[in-house]
């Protein structure tokens, strides 16, 4: 069997295993601790404009999420975002992007730095998105499920008038959705990409197409994945859609269709692409720089293709909306 590229990740059948996440704080309205103060003795910091630091990748599905959720609810005036480099060198994430190579609100050259300051002995992979505390330059989170949840419930006195409702009253039916899109799509395609073992990417690679062929079907008459309104299931599958055929086709072998090949799941990612807060925060250039030169047991060569011309997102009209 050959090696990974995350060898701590790697089960002993080849199968890719992420890791947890490390921080798990979160700001919350009922946090006791007081302003400029945190966390309290529930692991809770208090919601304060202004205060903290949403630290991204573009190339990142699951920050994208933030950084979508943070568009739509009006958020990009309380929590600032830091862009890091798409490419990834052994130091880790970096802000090249900025003057100096240096965030300018944290005064940092690497996330880890801000990983080792609030856990000197952490040793896990330095993951996007964090969300750090300027005050201290501790993190507060890197839990990413929890942090776009955490600015629709958390945040509300702050979002901006009109906001999407991301999150239903009644949670269940979205929240099964959200556990079998994670397990078979947005984490299935790196069970496909990772795995080390045939047998491993057989699995993963099945169980990613029966589950896209399920959401083709569920969206044969339908605009959205849970009732008749854009919710957060949408956001994360939407993150997983969108680099489907820029890379995941291709560097990670989930090649049995393409997106624009279901044209249900393809009309429905054109659209959202097409509203507001989604396609303004797709960079695809990024997205292929980051993948195809950080994965090197996958792509040695770092050759970034040329192709996909990603003007199939706003070229031609979207099919009508469903009935
Ligand atoms: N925090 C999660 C998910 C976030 C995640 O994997 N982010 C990727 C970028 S898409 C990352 O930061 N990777 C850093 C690395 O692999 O060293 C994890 O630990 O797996």
Redesign the pocket.
């Known amino acids: 069997m050959a090696s990974g590229q995350?060898v701590q990740e790697t089960s002993s059948a080849g199968e890719w295993k992420?890791?947890g996440?490390r921080f798990t704080g979160r700001i919350t309205r009922d946090s006791t601790s007081r302003p400029g103060e945190g966390p309290d003795d529930q692991g809770r910091w208090p919601v304060e404009p202004g205060r903290y630091r949403l630290v991204v990748?573009l190339?990142?599905?699951?920050?994208h999420r933030s950084v979508i959720v943070r568009r739509l609810l009006g958020l990009e005036d309380p929590i600032s975002l830091a862009i890091v480099d798409p490419v990834?060198d052994e130091r880790?994430?970096r802000f090249t992007l900025d003057a100096g190579d240096t965030d300018p609100v944290l005064g940092i050259k690497f996330l880890s730095e801000a990983y080792l300051r609030t856990d000197p002995s952490y040793d896990?992979?330095?993951?996007?998105p964090a969300i750090v505390d300027t005050n201290t330059g501790d993190v507060v989170t890197?839990d990413?499920p929890q942090i776009t949840l955490d600015l629709s419930t958390e945040w509300t006195d702050f979002h901006k008038p009109g906001a999407p409702q991301l999150i239903p009253p009644d949670r269940a039916e979205m929240d099964v959705l959200i556990d079998e899109i994670y397990r078979d799509v947005n984490n299935g395609v790196y069970r496909c990409g990772f795995a080390t073992s045939q047998e491993a990417y057989d699995a993963a690679y099945d169980a990613l197409f029966a589950r896209l062929d399920v959401l083709e079907g569920r969206l044969q008459d339908r605009e959205y994945l849970v009732g008749d309104t854009l919710r957060e299931v949408d956001i994360r599958l939407f993150t997983t859609l969108v680099r489907f055929d820029a890379v995941y086709h291709g560097h990670f072998k989930c090649n049995r269709q393409k997106l624009t090949e279901f044209p249900n799941l393809w009309a429905y990612a054109r659209r959202l692409y097409q509203r507001p807060g989604f396609g303004e925060t797709v960079d695809f250039d990024q997205i292929k720089r980051h993948y195809y030169v950080t994965h090197h047991n996958i792509n040695p060569t770092g050759i970034i293709p040329k192709g996909p011309d990603p003007r199939v997102w706003i070229s031609w009209p979207v099919r009508p909306e469903p009935r």
């Open positions: 995350f992420r890791q996440n990748s190339a990142c599905p699951w920050a990834r880790g994430w896990g992979r330095v993951t996007v890197n990413y």
